[in-house]
């Protein structure tokens, strides 16, 4: 009798972990986040540093996942400091009463074929919004990596400078509402 018991106690927790949550950490020092900001006339890119992040694994789909984006660590490829210094004012991120953006991850569709659609929510200064976006999971010795571009409409997060769809008559100084940002993610 106490062999049945405990094998069954043995199944019993076998079976508990094998629909188990897998969560697993941000690689924040391999982690990259690029993102590019287009206007009329040309194009800006830079980086943005990931601060800390988690996600949830279970059944190969994400069932959820918390990612602070260090807003003050924004830089701009060619190093133009008067365009970091207005991407950095109020006018853009706010960065000093808004250091963090938040992306909550709340599931995903199975990435049975590499890939899945992931849902959440986007938070920049003091607006959440709803993001969905495709996503590709590999596998690799150094980790799991999820490659992704999200596309983010900037004036959703009362981002609305230089914005055709707010102000008329700016020409060759509109600049595009949406912005891309394109994630290579190492969770381990």
């Known amino acids: ?15 508990l972990n094998v629909g188990a949550q897998n969560k697993l950490i941000a690689d924040t020092t391999n ?11 040309g194009q800006h890119n830079g980086t943005i540093k990931l601060q800390s992040g988690w996600l949830n694994l279970q059944d190969n789909k994400i069932v959820s996942g918390e990612f602070d984006i260090n807003m003050a660590s ?40 590499g890939t899945g659609v992931v849902s959440g929510t986007l938070s920049i200064k003091d607006s959440t919004n709803p993001v969905e976006f495709k996503a590709a999971m590999q596998k ?13 409409d900037r004036t959703k997060y009362n981002i609305r400078y230089g914005s055709g769809s707010f102000f008329d008559n700016l020409g060759d100084k509109t600049i595009y509402d949406d912005f891309n940002l394109k994630v290579n993610l190492l969770v381990k």
């Open 74 to 113: 924004i830089q701009e490829s060619e190093n133009n400091e008067h365009l970091l210094g207005h991407l950095k004012s109020d006018d853009f991120f706010g960065v000093e009463k808004y250091p963090l953006a938040k992306l909550v991850i709340t599931g995903s569709t199975p990435f049975d074929k």
């Open 140 to 152: 690799k010795d150094d980790g799991t990596w999820f490659f992704a571009n999200i596309i983010v």
């Open 1 to 15: 009798m106490k062999r049945v018991l405990s094998f069954l106690t043995l199944m019993g927790l076998f079976l």
């Open 31 to 41: 982690t990259k986040l690029l993102w590019l900001g287009e206007k009329v006339t």
